[in-house]
């Protein structure tokens, strides 16, 4: 059950902070990096391992931090260099790392490598970036599409070509044929990790090269995925292409050469799940590549069941190790989404997601179950959401941390009278300081789940092995053979065998019952959840 030396990943909790929104420490309404520092006691007390911070890279913000026009700078509104270091030598007194993100994929159009690249057909860096001619009748060159909707291709004027940009026309695509962006990305890697930074969050990670040829990408029918469906287009030439693996076989190499070694942490947003295991090559390209089949999932027993065991089986451990979340920075907080607003099964999910056989990655807020804030129209920031509206709703799920119940103070996020740069959510109804005072409350039922799973070895580590009985809405699984974790995520209670003797409750979502024996059958209420352990092993299916 040892992870594979080296990969503290494995074991670790990550928590995913969208610096803009965790705490402002100079007042200007907008979060940073102090406002992280200053924050880390409340963190260590939760209990997390690392963090990952979005893009704090210098950026115009056309797409908040995801444009990047200087990959080894910070941006001022968040900080600075020196805030960074100090960021990381205060975390690693805390035993918290620190993960950064990374955005290989794309450039700002500000960035000095596209300002020179569009100057002219002859410049230096023209061949940085994916050109090519219009097409005959003076479109895009070919059929591929921007994930923000209309062509991936821009016309420059001035120079009579298209310019890829796979989002928007302010992001245009590197080109990763081009061995010169290979080696001033190791570059801009190693810049960072000799910094002390734990790993990389790395953005669309399966997008990084386009086939060379430009080919047209297939048409889509009923058997793919909803969001390809949607696309209308598989992403078999404008992404997914085999050659990205050398670029991440190389880096696993870079990660490697330091101690610890640093983690790859890739966003692929792809949907088929042995392509999703093929970014972990054979444990040695990324460390952990994330499943959106899982983020996109409905919160139903049969299509959580599906989708976790088809990752568990294709990503045995001798070759990676799964990684799950519920909310990111990009969809519905989970508290809204999965639990639309029931606490009860907010903490079901909760507790799912740190009971699975791999890494949980929590959203700041998550520990909250924060939901969702309405962002009204004149505040909005996401150019996603402007321009497409509310069925992309990006911005409620990036509002500030309610740090007090006190709008008029800041909410513990900005100084008093402070507008924050988006607005707060209902801080009265939740918030940091009165959870931490309740004992009850989801903040401590967070902390306590983190606990158990630090102390448990089985829930780090252990196998996963299914045993709910079909049509049930109860989730019932092993972790190894000593740990079992029940969920019912349907209303009505339900009874479930347990697998284990001498078996007692851990951890309850509504903390009934902790330290109770259970056995045979047991009784378990509607939206609620348990973790029993039992100390004899009767059932022997598990293991790795
Ligand atoms: C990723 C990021 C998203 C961003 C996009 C373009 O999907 O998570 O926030 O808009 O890449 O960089």
């Not at 076989?249 to 101690?259: G, K, P, T």
Request: aromatic share 10%; glycine share 8%; with cysteine.
């Amino acid at each position: 059950m040892t992870p594979p030396v080296g990969q503290w990943w494995r074991d670790a909790v990550l928590y995913q902070i969208y610096p803009r929104s965790y705490a402002d420490a100079n007042g200007d309404g907008v979060g940073d990096l102090p406002g992280i520092t200053a924050h880390l006691d409340h963190l260590a007390w939760l209990g997390v391992d690392a963090i990952w911070i979005s893009p704090i890279t210098v950026s115009p913000n056309a797409d908040w931090g995801y444009d990047v026009a200087d990959y080894c700078d910070v941006d001022p509104a968040l900080g600075t260099l020196a805030d960074v270091d100090a960021l990381i030598a205060a975390a690693d007194a805390r035993g918290i790392r620190v993960v950064l993100d990374l955005v290989p994929n794309h450039t700002s159009i500000e960035h000095p490598w596209f300002v020179e690249a569009r100057s002219s057909r002859d410049a230096p860096h023209r061949d940085w970036y994916v050109w090519a001619d219009p097409a005959p009748d003076g479109g895009p060159p070919n059929n591929w599409v921007s994930t923000f909707t209309g062509p991936a291709w821009h016309l420059d004027d001035a120079t009579g070509q298209y310019y890829m940009r796979s989002f928007l026309p302010e992001q245009a695509d590197l080109n990763w044929g081009n061995p010169e962006v290979r080696a001033e990305f190791e570059r801009i890697l190693r810049f960072w990790f000799d910094r002390g930074v734990a790993g990389f969050r790395i953005d669309v990670a399966h997008m990084l090269v386009k086939d060379a040829q430009l080919r047209d990408n297939p048409p889509t029918d009923d058997t793919d995925f909803w969001m390809d469906q949607f696309r209308g287009q598989r992403q078999e030439y404008n992404a997914n292409r085999p050659e990205v693996h050398d670029v991440y076989r190389r880096w696993r190499e870079i990660a490697e050469e330091y101690d610890p070694t640093r983690l790859l942490l890739g966003e692929t947003h792809v949907f088929d799940v042995d392509a999703i295991a093929r970014f972990y090559g054979h444990d040695d390209e990324l460390g952990l590549a994330f499943n959106f089949f899982f983020l996109y999932a409905d919160f139903d027993v049969a299509t959580l069941r599906r989708v976790v065991g088809e990752a568990d089986a294709a990503i045995p451990s001798d070759r990676g190790w799964p990684v799950w979340a519920g909310s990111n920075h990009d969809k519905t907080r989970f508290p809204t989404g999965w639990a639309k607003g029931d606490e009860r099964l907010a903490r079901v999910a909760l507790m799912m997601l740190l009971t699975l056989r791999g890494t949980p990655v929590l959203y700041y807020g998550d520990e909250l179950g924060m939901p969702d804030t309405h962002v009204p129209d004149d505040r909005l920031l996401d150019p996603v959401t402007i321009a497409v509206g509310r069925v992309v709703d990006r911005d409620a799920a990036r509002t500030p941390v309610p740090w007090t119940g006190d709008v008029a103070t800041g909410a513990g996020f900005t100084a008093p009278g402070v507008e924050p740069w988006l607005p707060f959510g209902d801080v009265a109804a939740c918030n940091v300081a009165d959870q931490r005072e309740d004992p009850g409350s989801m903040l401590h039922f967070t902390r306590d789940l983190l606990a158990l799973r630090r102390a448990t070895v089985e829930l780090r580590r252990g196998g996963y092995t299914d045993v709910s009985i079909r049509g049930s809405e109860v989730w019932s699984f092993l972790r190894d053979s000593t740990v079992q974790v029940v969920l019912n995520l349907g209303d009505a209670p339900d009874r479930v065998p347990v697998c284990l003797q001498n078996a007692r409750v851990l951890l309850a979502t509504d903390r009934v019952s902790e330290g109770a024996p259970v056995s045979g059958l047991l009784e378990i209420e509607g939206r609620r959840g348990v973790v029993i352990a039992g100390d004899v092993e009767v059932f022997d299916q598990a293991g790795d």
